[in-house]
């Protein structure tokens, strides 16, 4: 990186930014890189300037709008100065070309040098007015940095302290992590780039007040009455911008609602994968495409008023002007005035174009950053860093409620304890009176049944739920004491950044050797990490996908025992765990590592926790039913019917360790800890990286994504098409201005052409007035040298045709290009998704979600909006150019000789340019991804992030990501102001040669055509500056068309439908299955995960998978799937080798509840049943079946206001509902029905909930086999055994179970039993000959889960049935 030049160059070099030749210079040889970019300058700085907005901006101004106004308004009065100076020389070309007309039209016996003196005059404010202009938007980029800087991180700070949403309403979908990752993506961009062109609205002002104050000195009222008619139009603009503004908002909506219906499928593409149900998703994704396309189609056409508006307004303007000076003032209309006031009218139309623009997505930004906040947090953010810390809390506080009651959804509008300003229906769990005191220094464990509120306790004491009464001191505290590291958090469903494991163990933390070395020992990773090839170097997925459940919920571990929280909360972390790994982490972390730490434990290992617990709480319907030692709590009848009696008993049985626990459980010296090299061998330098850096070609944008854009755009008839649309309505313009030479040469019949050309026009038409000499009437004026009378309306007329013509032929132009930009994008986007949605998952592993969905938003964005358009532009302002030259040669045909001269330093300006901004903007779009894929990681951790109070280091590490992206944009903005300058100055000598031939050859060619000449000279040289910014701006929009086509050439599934090689008819019928040495790898150049693994699972039988945590358990699901291709061996079902037949065919006739539960935004009903293949009597049936509806909260009497919260007191807390009933009835009574809502994610709804919703989904589909992978994980034991009864029942006598379980009890019973050990098949047989096994490996997972007696009888019972038969 290089530092900023400008504080280090004198003026010249600032005001001709000349420092930018080395980097363009570079850049023309070899690619140009990050390291090439310049620095930003100190004031635009994110830190900085958030800082400043922060402390001086944000409190005292109440809309946003307002306090970044005074943030910027130093910038903005400078800008006034510059806009106003610029607005004064935009004119200068009109006032100079009056001047020279004048002395050509009357020389007055002037010498030529007077005209010489007026075009050196354009030339030097053509230069002066280039410079001017370039520090105007020189100056306006630090405006863009800087707003830019404040929104982002505005909405990043936002989204970690806002409420989550969790129903389906209007305002939880504005709070959708689509809609927040657009607000960041598009809005922002939109707002900044607003801001950076705000003084527009000033400026433009100027510019019609001075164009209004030059028409009036040249015509005199009669130009009133032209501009009258823009004063009267104003309200007609203003309405159709309203519109515009609007369709904008209501496209921007649509999109929001396309990007989070495709971000939720792409969050779930494995539950996706394994239900074969792309075609349905791609389905429901395109009906929001088609609506979104739809109101594209509405955007369009309020934009084609708009065009049309401002195409339209200054040609009236002309032609009515012209009428009134003509026909009623009575004056002549001499080439002069005529092509003076064109120059004029010309300069009005861009001022009308962007003077009615609005900061219309500051509304979104605003009502979003308005949205109300947790109850925790205060006004501000801490300002420190919370790392560094070496020392836990010296004084901590107590962990308590007082008189408590949260719920989960939040109450709408009102901070106030009444919920009824919530007007939703929908039923929300709600935390009832607990009053209750966790003791510091010591274990506390929370018990109850799936649903109880468990986890609710733990994000209440966090803050995370709201309260409606009373108070929780860790809460009330957190805020103060999180920059010292007070509290760590192990969520239920752990949550691990795209980082290294190391990186994710530390969080931020310094790296400590003995303490990380403790850490990992007692987290059970010495041997995960040995497995891998970089070790703790390697690199975590999004989402930690690359881990298996065990290793995440481990790393998550790790992550708390290496903070230095005082208070560690944990949220059900062994549920993902095999036994001997629980104990193992129970006893050397939870208890052993942590011993001294007041921990809060939430599990259903009650037989492994209770031992060592020192204050057990229990809870049943989100009340308390009993709490205190577990002694006194065992006393409680009504606590038996939540935790088995025998786990209670065993406190006094059993000792808190197990010396002789297994192999995991060895206890090593500081010196051996220290010795370890848990890197193997790597340093961060030569580790081995999941997510390479994202591809970035090199050069200009190939010729073949130009013609794949044509393709999809209709092919080269399109382009031949528009070519031919263009060429007329730049003859017509052409035409436009050559009539105004044609009338004013009327008046003395200087040309004899001139007449012909106007009779010729005329002779088809009988209308006598049409005639271009007539009789003396009121329609005519004399012309006193000839006695001849001019037909002043037939001029007007013959004007205002010519222009209604090109009117006509602009609106066509328009809604061509955007009738071809609206297929192209429709075909890109399907084509797009549906590449995507068939990609393997392997793909989705290595490819950030940010990266594909910047792609799906950012890029599909510009395709729909911007591309065409830029596109069209550039072969408009190409053939205007060709135009200038032709008209400007054609006239006088001595310009031509400095044509080659001129086109050749153009040249070599432009390939110097546009060599460097292709690559500017290709690492801009390349710097942009992590930002939005950061977010995104972001607001799926919030919590977890929140809990440690880390909110800073996200937001500082956001912050340099948005300082990088905008160093990118600064050195494209600076190659833009360098190339600006440089094709001003070079093209004024086109303007100043055409004047001087023009000077030299006025007696030739007269005033007329010298007019028409040096008008259209007079734009050659925004037009040429154009084509090449034009240029860059195409192949920039261009770069995301090939952005796109490079996904479109990402590797494929299989065939889903292979026509030559289907299953027969109703396979398969008995579910056998045969695994034959198969072989699994994640990528060709990683070990084999599973190592040839050979067995047969018998059809109809139910088969127990079991191993320690990544021994390859979830692997076998993968490969029975064909997620995972084998890389060996073979696998047949039922006789069928599963790798001949296609995808589809094999996975809609398997059934499989994976690890993680994915519910989708919708209802109950929509989740269980997708494609409305059930009745609804089906559908309570099946929630009954998995005892879903067990798990619901009883519906308080009356309102749930916290005035009518029964408050409990320890004499009634344990008098409350064991558990809730499993009847529709019940259900209906709660307030709960197949209606219900189903949150992003389902985060309305416990883990186990989910689990349970997951599993009565894959029962409905009753296939022959069915794979659970430790789908009852999260559930409590009691819920887990009835769901296990469901399983053996006769709904599954005829179906193959092959089941992942870390509950040994739950596969005690099963015919047969696999045991995985590092991808090999370590036993395999049924479970009572397995137990027998002295040193076997079964057994001893059996012995160390303290349940041996119990899990024996199972088995042995089990064998002794099956003997009988």
């Not at 017509?732 to 040309?751: E, F, G, S």
């Amino acid at each position: 990186m290089l530092p900023a030049p400008e504080p280090e160059s004198t003026w010249f070099e600032n005001l001709f930014f000349v420092w930018m030749d080395g980097p363009l210079s570079r850049g023309y040889k070899t690619p140009l890189t990050k390291n090439d970019l310049f620095d930003l300058l100190e004031s635009d700085k994110s830190a900085r300037v958030n800082r400043v907005y922060r402390e001086q901006y944000k409190n005292k101004h109440k809309s946003l709008i307002s306090g970044l106004f005074m943030m910027e308004l130093r910038i903005f009065l400078i800008q006034l100065v510059l806009g106003f100076f610029v607005a004064l020389l935009v004119f200068s070309p009109a006032y100079c070309l009056y001047q020279i007309m004048s002395y050509i039209q009357n020389p007055n016996g002037r010498p030529i040098t007077v005209g010489f003196f007026w075009v050196f005059l354009a030339l030097f404010l053509a230069n002066l007015n280039a410079v001017a202009n370039n520090q105007l938007n020189y100056t306006a980029s630090s405006i863009y940095f800087q707003v830019r800087a404040v929104l982002i991180n505005e909405i990043f700070q936002k989204s970690l302290r806002r409420i989550s949403a969790k129903g389906k309403s209007k305002k939880d979908e504005d709070q959708s992590t689509g809609k927040l990752v657009s607000l960041m993506s598009m809005d922002t961009e939109k707002l900044a780039e607003a801001s950076h062109s705000a003084e527009l609205v000033l400026t433009t002002f100027m510019q019609i007040v001075v164009a209004i104050g030059a028409l009036y000195s040249f015509l005199g009222w009669s130009a009133l009455i032209g501009l009258s008619i823009m004063v009267f139009t104003i309200p007609l603009t203003s309405l159709i911008t309203t519109r515009l503004n609007k369709s904008y908002e209501a496209l921007m909506e649509k999109a929001d609602k396309r990007n989070t219906r495709t971000l939720e499928a792409l969050q779930a593409i494995r539950i996706i994968k394994f239900f074969a149900w792309e075609p349905q998703f791609l389905k429901r994704i395109g009906e929001t495409r088609d609506v979104e396309l739809s109101e594209l189609l509405s955007f369009f056409v309020s934009l084609g008023m708009n065009v049309m508006l401002w195409s339209f307004v200054p040609v009236i303007v002309a032609v009515v002007t012209f009428l009134s000076y003509t026909l009623i003032a009575g004056h002549d209309m001499d080439a002069t005035t005529a092509f003076t006031c064109l120059s004029l009218f010309n300069a009005l139309k861009f001022p009308l174009a962007v003077f009615p623009d609005t900061l219309s997505e500051a509304n979104r930004i605003e009502k979003f950053l308005n949205e109300p906040e947790l109850q925790k947090f205060s006004d501000d953010l801490p300002v420190s860093h919370p790392t560094g810390n070496t020392e836990p809390w010296t004084d901590p506080v107590a962990v308590e409620f007082s008189q408590q009651t949260s719920e989960t959804t939040p109450l709408l509008g009102s901070e106030q304890p009444a919920s009824g300003a919530d007007d939703s229906s929908e039923p929300k769990f709600t935390l009832r009176g607990l009053k209750i005191s966790f003791p510091l220094g010591k274990l506390s464990t929370i018990c109850g049944s799936t649903g109880s509120g468990k986890s609710s306790i733990i994000h209440a004491l966090l803050g995370e739920m709201k309260s409606l009464q009373g108070s929780a001191n860790l809460t009330r505290l957190t805020r103060s004491h999180r920059s010292k590291g007070g509290i760590a958090f192990v969520a239920q469903t752990a949550w691990l950044a795209n980082a290294t494991i190391r990186d994710n163990i530390l969080f931020g933390e310094p790296y400590d050797q003995l303490r990380y070395a403790r850490v990992i020992e007692a987290c059970a990773l010495s041997k995960d990490l040995a497995s891998f090839e970089s070790g703790d170097l390697t690199e975590i997925g999004e989402k930690g996908i690359n881990l298996s459940g065990g290793q995440k919920q481990r790393v998550s571990l790790a992550r708390a025992a290496y903070s230095r929280a005082h208070y560690i909360l944990l949220d059900d972390p062994l549920s993902a765990v095999d036994a001997p790994t629980a104990k193992h982490l129970f006893d050397k972390c939870i208890t052993g590592l942590l011993k001294d730490r007041t921990r809060i434990l939430v599990t259903h290992a009650t037989s492994l926790a209770l031992p060592a617990t020192d204050y057990l709480v229990v809870i049943n319907q989100g009340q308390i039913l009993d709490h205190g030692s577990v002694a006194e709590v065992s006393q409680n009848r009504e606590v038996e019917t939540i935790i088995a009696k025998e786990n209670l008993e065993a406190v006094s049985l059993q000792p808190e360790s197990d010396p002789d626990a297994g192999e995991l459980d060895v206890d090593l010296t500081d010196e051996e800890l220290l010795s370890r090299n848990y890197s193997n061998g790597k340093t961060p330098e030569d580790a081995k990286k999941l997510i390479d850096a994202e591809a970035s070609r090199t050069g200009a944008v190939q010729g073949s994504v130009y013609y794949f854009y044509l393709t999809a755009a209709g092919g080269f008839g399109v382009i031949v098409a528009y070519l031919g649309i263009i060429l007329v309505q730049r003859s017509a313009q052409v035409l436009a201005d050559y009539w105004l030479k044609v009338w004013a040469d009327a008046y003395n019949h200087a040309n004899e052409l001139n007449t012909m050309f106007a009779v010729t026009l005329s002779a088809p038409l009988s209308l006598s007035f049409l005639n271009p000499v007539s009789g003396n009437d009121s329609n005519t004026l004399v012309d006193g040298s000839s006695g001849q009378s001019v037909n002043v309306a037939y001029y007007v007329l013959v004007y205002a045709l010519i222009n209604s013509c090109v009117l006509f032929l602009i609106i066509t132009n328009f809604a061509y290009r955007s009738w071809v930009g609206y297929k192209a994008a429709k075909k890109l986007h399907d084509q797009l998704i549906t590449r995507i949605m068939y990609a393997p998952v392997r793909w989705f592993d290595v490819t950030p979600l940010g990266r594909i969905t910047n792609r799906l938003s950012k890029d599909i964005g510009t395709i729909d909006r911007n591309l065409i358009n830029t596109c069209a532009m550039f072969f408009l302002i190409l053939a205007s150019a060709i135009t200038t030259l032709i008209v400007i040669g054609t006239v006088t045909p001595i310009f031509l000789a400095v044509i080659p001269f001129v086109a050749y330093i153009y040249y070599r300006i432009a390939i110097y340019y546009l060599a460097s901004s292709r690559e500017l903007k290709r690492i801009h779009s390349n710097s942009r991804s992590p930002i939005y894929s950061t977010f995104s990681e972001c607001l799926v951790g919030v919590s977890t992030i929140r809990a440690y109070g880390h909110e800073a280091r996200f937001i500082e590490d956001n912050m340099i990501k948005v300082d990088e992206n905008n160093r990118a944009y600064r050195m494209l903005g600076l190659s833009n102001r360098w190339l600006s300058v440089r094709i001003a100055l070079i093209t004024s000598l086109i303007t100043f040669t055409a004047g001087v031939a023009i000077i030299w050859s006025k007696d030739l060619i007269g005033v007329g055509l010298a007019g028409l000449s040096l008008t259209w000279a007079a734009t050659i040289a925004e037009n040429l500056l154009w084509i090449v910014q034009v240029h860059s701006q195409m192949e920039l929009n261009m770069n995301s068309v090939e952005r796109v086509h490079e996904y479109l050439e990402i590797d494929q599934e299989a065939p889903a439908v292979i026509e030559t090689s289907r299953p027969p008819p109703g396979w398969p019928a008995k579910g056998h299955v045969q695994f034959n040495d198969v072989v699994v790898r994640y990528a060709p150049d990683l070990d084999p995960v599973l190592r040839g693994v050979s067995c047969e699972f018998k059809g109809r039988t139910k088969v127990g998978v079991v191993g320690r945590t990544g021994a390859g358990k979830s692997t076998l699901t993968l490969a029975l799937f064909r997620i995972m291709e084998l890389s060996g061996g073979s696998i047949v079902i039922d006789g069928v080798d599963i790798s001949k037949i296609g995808l589809r065919d094999l996975r809609q006739k398997l059934t499989i509840i994976p690890q993680d539960p994915v519910l989708f935004t919708g209802d109950i009903r929509s989740n269980l049943d997708p494609f409305g293949e059930h009745s609804d009597d089906r559908l309570w049936s099946i929630l009954e079946r998995v005892r879903f509806l067990n798990t619901l909260q009883a519906k308080l009497d009356g309102s749930s206001s916290s005035d009518n919260l029964p408050a409990q007191t320890s004499e009634n807390q344990g008098q409350t509902q064991v558990q809730g009933q499993n009847t529709r009835a019940a259900a209906e009574a709660s307030g709960f029905s197949l209606d219900t809502s189903v949150s992003e994610g389902g985060s309305n709804f416990s883990q186990g909930q989910r689990q349970l919703l997951c599993l009565a989904r894959a029962l409905l589909k009753e296939s022959a086999i069915t794979v659970l992978d430790e789908a009852t994980a999260s559930v409590d034991n009691e819920t887990d055994a009835f769901i296990q009864e469901t399983i053996r029942g006769s709904e599954f006598a005829n179906s193959t179970v092959v089941c992942i379980a870390h509950r040994l009890r739950t596969i005690a019973d099963y015919d047969s039993v696999l045991v995985l050990s590092h991808g090999e098949v370590a036993e395999f047989g049924t479970p009572f000959e397995l137990m027998q096994r002295e040193d076997g490996v079964f057994r001893k997972m059996c012995q160390d889960s303290g349940e041996f007696e119990e899990l024996e009888k199972m088995a042995r019972a089990r064998d002794q049935a099956k003997k009988a038969l």
